[in-house]
């Protein structure tokens, strides 16, 4: 499998790897397959995942590489979620987080990034840059447990992590990487738009919330 990390093409004196290309075109998929609230954005988000650890591994992002080994749990725990909440209507019903649940997700990222950000700082070895890739790393597994529990701030995370993703992808070495964030940018805002819109349409009745999942 060495392949994954030989050089694909370098446009413009930037050398794209295979695992960056194919990890984040499968990215790529999963975020429109969300934006459609289709099943398959799961098993495709674990296979991404999968692909990705191997980029961020050659590029040293050792939070890069645990985002993405949690994006591989996330993904099976995200499947399950959305499978309870399409039970008797087959639908995903998707619906904005109460003042609670966004001050819960919101804490919980700001202690994670505190305390990842510290482990990185203080084993240079895991990561050349630390508090943002920490923030990555707790940023990403945030907007996927959001997504799983389908709340529009799902968005609203994926868009505060592209903000430091797209400059840290470039610097790091992972060109097509920092390319796919902005395209993620665009997709992020019309998949929130999509939702948004979605919260106003009536609910059926006998709707299938996915609030109330059991965790």
């Known amino acids: 499998m060495g392949w994954l990390n030989s050089t694909a093409f370098t446009p413009f004196g930037q050398t794209v790897i295979w695992s960056d290309m194919i990890g984040n075109l499968l990215g790529l998929a999963a975020l429109v397959l969300g934006w459609r609230r ?60 109460t003042w609670r649940e966004r001050g819960l997700l919101a804490a919980g990222t700001a202690v994670g990034t505190g305390a990842v950000g510290g482990l990185f700082a203080a084993v240079p070895a895991l990561s050349w840059n630390p508090w943002p890739d920490a923030y990555i790393f707790v940023g990403t597994l945030a907007a996927m447990i959001a997504q799983a529990r389908g709340w529009v701030e799902f968005w609203f995370a994926w868009l505060a992590v592209d903000l430091v993703g797209v400059p840290l992808a470039f610097s790091s070495g992972l060109a097509f990487s920092g390319l796919v964030y902005v395209i993620y940018f665009v997709l992020v805002v019309l998949g929130l738009r999509a939702w948004w819109l979605r919260t106003r349409a009536p609910l059926p009745q006998a709707a299938a919330v996915l609030e109330g999942t059991a965790a």
């Not at 050659?58 to 591989?72: D, N, R, T, W, Y």
Request: no cysteine.
């Open 38 to 97: 289709a099943m398959a954005v799961w098993p495709v988000q674990l296979l991404s995942g999968v692909v990705l650890v191997s980029a961020y591994w050659s590029a040293h992002l050792s939070g890069g590489v645990g985002k993405q080994l949690l994006v591989v749990v996330v993904a099976v725990w995200g499947w399950v979620q959305w499978r309870r909440g399409r039970r008797g209507t087959g639908e995903l019903r998707v619906r904005f987080a």
